[in-house]
């Protein structure tokens, strides 16, 4: 079993950073691949970055060259760096973690671009 709380999300202006974290509890963290994905209101949920156990990376076609996904094994804990951030970036953002049958996920922290 895994636990995931998000924090870090918040209101920024156009063209402002933020980093949300993703602190788990509960299993082994390393063994896990780790996700964020967001949902904008009236939109269905999409993955925006994931990294793998093994510390590879993939990203939406949407913010690749504007965030950055990183995970700490150490503290259990995956981050999502946001740069250039946009009003379309707008969403609930959510955690979760993978590992073959098991997923897990978090309650999701709001990120709100607007000037």
């Known amino acids: 079993q895994v636990q995931l709380v998000e924090s870090g999300g918040g209101l920024v202006q156009p063209g402002g950073s933020l980093r949300l974290s993703c602190a788990a509890s509960?299993?082994?963290?390393?063994?896990?691949?780790m996700a964020w994905y967001r949902q904008a209101l009236g939109n269905e949920r999409e993955l925006v970055a994931v990294?793998?156990?093994?510390?590879?990376?993939n990203y939406a076609d949407s913010v690749k060259g504007r965030f950055t996904i990183s995970r700490d094994n150490a503290k259990k804990t995956v981050y999502l760096q946001m740069n250039s951030l946009k009003p379309e970036d707008t969403a609930v953002y959510y955690c979760?973690?993978?590992?073959?049958?098991?997923?897990?996920w978090g309650q999701g922290t709001q990120v709100s671009v607007s000037s």
């Open positions: 509960g299993s082994i963290f390393s063994i896990y691949a």
């Open positions: 990294i793998t156990s093994g510390g590879r990376t």
């Open positions: 979760n973690a993978g590992y073959m049958a098991r997923n897990y």
